[in-house]
């Protein structure tokens, strides 16, 4: 969110989670403050779906609202995901009557406004089952399909990565210079 955007007083919302059953602290820190912000039709959002693995957003996460959202098209992925996930399962295990269960279904229909990034993932995924046959029986072809279907899978799986960033300001001077 663009936090100019963001009324404080009339849109954000503090509440306590206990934490003395999953971390261990001082009594004087047993609770962590939560922050929620409500909705307003004045505020600006900002999304991409074309971010992946090479962009990124940065902005103060102590201060800037940010949240997810679930993507239409998030749940065929999520069919071809497990479906593939089994697949790679059942061909480490060698059940076969698994697999032919797993490679015989009917394609999913994506909703009209996937985005484009998880259009092609999902695709890239269907293709995988589809293509498996062509892979048994030639122990290379299937290690490179194994590998395949992996970067297939992850290209499915959200990632964020939160750092905080630390900076000293030292004097223009020897030995700082």
């Not at 039709?41 to 991409?48: C, I, L, V």
């Not at 990124?56 to 098209?73: E, K, Q």
């Not at 909703?111 to 290379?140: I, W, Y």
């Amino acid at each position: 969110m663009d936090r100019r955007t963001l009324n404080k007083k009339k849109h954000q919302l503090c509440y306590s989670l206990p934490t003395e059953d999953f971390l261990e602290r001082d009594e004087s820190i047993s609770a962590n403050d939560i922050w929620a912000f409500l909705h307003d039709a004045e505020q600006r959002w900002y999304f991409n779906s074309d971010l992946d693995a090479s962009s990124a957003y940065v902005f103060d996460t102590l201060g800037t609202p940010h949240g997810a959202v679930i993507l239409p098209g998030e749940d065929v992925a999520e069919q071809y995901y497990l479906r593939l996930n089994s697949l790679i399962e059942s061909v480490k295990r060698g059940n076969e009557n698994e697999i032919d269960k797993l490679i015989t279904f009917e394609p999913a229909v994506l909703p009209s406004d996937t985005t484009a990034p998880l259009r092609q993932a999902v695709v890239d995924m269907e293709t995988l089952l589809h293509d498996f046959n062509q892979c048994q029986g030639d122990v290379k072809t299937m290690e490179g399909w194994l590998e395949n279907a992996g970067l297939a899978m992850d290209k499915v799986v959200r990632k964020s990565l939160e750092m905080r960033a630390v900076a000293v300001v030292t004097p223009d001077i020897w030995p700082f210079k």
